[in-house]
C-alpha cells in the first residue's frame, strides 16, 4: 500500500541547493517513521536523517547538520528534504524510506525500514 516516489534531484554546484520530496502515493491514512539514506557509488547506505512518527525534533548524521532540514506534509503525504551548502561528498543517490507504522522512531539502519522510494540521483560538481 505504501509506496513513495522521490523527486527533486540534479546536477549543482558546490555551495548550491536542492530540495528533495518524497510523496507517498499509496493514499494510506497513516503516519511513519521514515528517514532518508543516500548511496554513493560502490558504498553501502548512509544515514542522512530521521523522524519519528509523530514528528517532532529530527536527527541528522553528523555529516549534514547544519546544512540540511527536514519537513513534513500531512495533507500531502509528503516529506521534502532542504539541502544546502551542499559539497562534493553529498554526491549520492538520495532514497526515502518508511517503517511500518507499527514503529514509533527511526532507525539508523537501512535494513531495519519497510518501504523505500526508488531514488533520485543528486551530484554536487566542485
Known amino acids: 500500500q505504501v509506496q513513495l516516489v522521490e523527486s527533486g534531484g540534479g546536477l549543482v554546484q558546490a555551495g548550491g541547493s536542492l530540495r528533495l520530496s518524497c510523496v507517498d502515493s499509496g493514499r494510506t491514512s497513516s503516519r511513519y517513521a521514515m528517514a532518508w539514506f543516500r548511496q554513493a557509488p560502490g558504498k553501502e547506505h548512509e544515514f542522512v536523517v530521521g523522524i519519528s512518527r509523530s514528528g517532532g525534533t529530527p536527527y541528522f548524521a553528523g555529516s549534514v547538520k547544519g546544512r540540511f532540514t527536514i519537513s513534513r506534509d500531512s495533507a500531502k503525504n509528503t516529506v521534502d528534504l532542504q539541502m544546502n551548502s551542499l559539497k562534493p561528498e553529498d554526491t549520492a543517490v538520495y532514497y526515502c524510506?518508511?517503517?511500518?507504522?507499527?514503529?514509533?522512531?527511526?532507525?539508523?539502519?537501512?535494513?531495519?525500514?519497510?518501504?523505500w522510494g526508488q531514488g533520485t540521483q543528486v551530484t554536487v560538481s566542485s
Open positions: 524510506a518508511a517503517r511500518n507504522t507499527m514503529y514509533t522512531m527511526y532507525s539508523l539502519n537501512w535494513q531495519q525500514y519497510d518501504y
